[in-house]
């Protein structure tokens, strides 16, 4: 009788799997939640490197303004295999926050749906 194929394991809750250290995530009180409406993505073939560049404007995004500041609050230089986790995650995480969005949303129809039917269905 053939072996089955035996499933990787999974890391744990840190990111550790077997044979990996675990990872402990520290993070001082000192440090600042900023937040970020440009991105600039980089790449270079000869370093190995991705670079990620936040930047946070000075005034909103929108016709009334021939020009804003962008003030720069990160920058990342990632190997290839860490920018392709972090794509990894961010693209299951928005696809997590999608949903809740749209069950949210419809949620929220459903009781503006009952409110307007006077409750009854």
């Known amino acids: 009788m053939a072996k089955r194929p ?33 991105a600039i993505i980089q790449h270079s073939v000869e370093r190995g ?3 990620l560049t936040f930047f946070q ?8 303004f021939s020009s ?4 720069c609050v990160a920058r990342l230089a990632l190997t290839p295999t860490a920018m392709a986790g972090i794509v990894g995650l961010l693209n299951s995480n928005l696809g997590k926050y999608r949903a809740g969005a749209e069950a949210e949303l419809a949620k929220m129809d459903a009781e503006e749906a009952g409110h307007s039917s006077g409750g009854k269905t």
């Open 6 to 38: 035996t499933k990787p394991k999974k890391p744990d809750a840190a990111g550790a799997s077997k044979g990996a250290p675990l990872v402990k995530y520290l993070m001082p009180p000192s440090m600042q939640l900023l937040s970020t409406d440009v």
């Open 49 to 51: 490197l991705f670079y």
């Open 57 to 64: 404007t000075r005034a909103p995004l929108d016709e009334h």
């Open 68 to 71: 804003v500041d962008a003030d």
